[in-house]
């Protein structure tokens, strides 16, 4: 039975106006939402009005996909011209979803104010781009392939809302003016992402030409070994930028000036052929920035091209990187990097990636007196040092000396150990004996 305060709280939510109902159902899962249907008569089809649509045929096995696929054009049918907020579909592996849908479902959210969008599909589900690529009340496109995929862009492309472009997965352009075409209509776009990027006949020119984008990422997959690309960047307000790739006979020219931040790793060390202009043209794009994050395969590379580093006069927050291709982290051309960085005060370095200790204590990546050498100047303003996955090689102990007898402001070295219990307290207390030059130094040991 019921209690009084039971029926009073139900009173109380049937008095709400539909549109506060409509708020608080879309904050639940899609399976929830839907479930809603049963309190009441006025519940029934509530849902379908939802502002946020949520689509997984995904999770469903394929025999149960022609139900949810009669489900979803039934709520399109019952929300009228109801708008939408945002639209999430995940389609792959789903045989019964074609482009017929595709394209209604698409249309369908397009003349209800459609601002964000979400989809992951199939590519040999067409996606129909005409309609997707003139969308005036688009704020936010992302589109998940889930095979190998050639982007149709439209000659008459316009998307005057949009601020967001995701591409991510295996994705390709028809032809070179295609991909400019798509940036370059985007009058407002500010956050550009493109990852797995495709050679197609051994050569691809991307030109990414915009001047309102902030943020930028381009990942690309290691290329067959011949292939190609050349990528232009020109973007007089991008503040971010992301680049992950292969420097294979490659060019990446970056005309930025307003570039803050930035993130670059590639492979020269995995291809039997590489540029050295491609990095230099590189480094002299972003060497205006106050925050980097390198890969030790980037720094190698640098040094093994033997590639000119610029001054970095800006820069006041470097982490150096594993690489991630499951390699012991090598720190060549580091000495000569920082040498060039006269203004840094932060310091990260993230040394080893895997759990074989005793592998790593074999390798002995560079001598770190090589920093003496190279001249202290980076470390007049240099206050904070990281190093993560320290394991007590000698190099490492050498370099963790370096940095406090010469760090005459450093305030804080933080060390976190990656090493057997039993050699833990001891790599431990022969750091915390080392001198330091700095009164002020902390050195706190993990």
């Not at 008095?15 to 399976?31: A, F, G, N, T």
């Not at 997965?169 to 776009?189: G, H, K, Q, W, Y």
Request: net charge negative; with cysteine.
């Amino acid at each position: 039975m019921e209690t009084p305060e039971v029926k009073s709280l139900k009173r109380s939510i049937n008095e709400l106006p539909d549109e506060v109902l409509l708020q608080i159902i879309s904050l639940l899962p899609m399976k929830e939402a839907v479930r809603t249907s049963v309190l009441s008569t006025r519940w029934r089809y509530l849902y379908a009005s939802i502002p946020n649509l949520d689509f997984d045929f995904g999770e469903l096995p394929v025999a149960n996909q022609l139900n949810f696929l009669g489900f979803v054009d039934r709520l399109f049918f019952l929300r009228g011209r109801t708008v939408v907020d945002k639209f999430h579909l995940r389609c792959w592996d789903a045989p019964n979803v074609d482009a017929v849908h595709l394209e209604w479902w698409i249309s369908s959210i397009i003349e209800l104010g459609i601002q964000e969008m979400l989809i992951h599909f199939d590519f040999n589900k067409l996606l129909p781009t005409s309609r997707l690529f003139t969308c005036a009340t688009l704020t936010s496109l992302k589109l998940y392939f889930m095979s190998e995929s050639s982007l149709q862009v439209p000659a008459n492309i316009l998307l005057p809302s949009l601020k967001i472009l995701h591409l991510v997965n295996s994705i390709s352009f028809c032809n070179d003016d295609s991909a400019e075409r798509l940036f370059s209509n985007c009058p407002v776009l500010e956050d550009l992402d493109i990852r797995s990027l495709l050679v197609k006949d051994g050569k691809c020119n991307l030109t990414v030409s915009n001047s309102t984008l902030k943020r930028l990422t381009i990942v690309s997959l290691l290329p067959n070994w011949g292939q190609s690309f050349d990528i232009v960047i020109e973007a007089p307000n991008l503040v971010y930028l992301k680049y992950n790739g292969c420097d294979q006979n490659s060019h990446v020219f970056v005309n930025v000036q307003s570039l803050s931040a930035a993130d670059i790793n590639f492979w020269e060390s995995l291809c039997p052929q590489c540029n050295p202009q491609s990095a230099s043209d590189l480094m002299r794009g972003i060497c205006n920035v106050e925050t980097l994050c390198l890969t030790s395969i980037a720094l190698c590379s640098f040094e093994k091209l033997r590639v000119p580093i610029p001054l970095f006069i800006n820069l006041t927050h470097l982490r150096i990187s594993q690489s991630g291709c499951g390699r012991i982290f090598s720190f060549s051309g580091l000495p000569n990097f920082l040498a060039q960085s006269c203004c840094l005060e932060t310091l990260v370095l993230e040394m080893y990636a895997h759990d074989n200790i005793d592998q790593a204590l074999k390798w002995n990546p560079n001598p770190w007196y090589e920093l003496r050498e190279s001249g202290a100047s980076c470390l007049l303003c240099l206050k904070t040092i990281e190093v993560r996955s320290f394991v007590g090689a000698e190099d490492e102990v050498k370099m963790v000396e370096y940095f406090l007898e010469s760090a005459r402001v450093l305030e804080q070295l933080k060390i976190q150990i990656k090493a057997k219990p039993a050699d833990h307290s001891k790599i431990a207390d022969a750091l915390r004996s080392l001198p330091r030059v700095s009164q002020k130094c902390r050195v706190i040991i993990e």
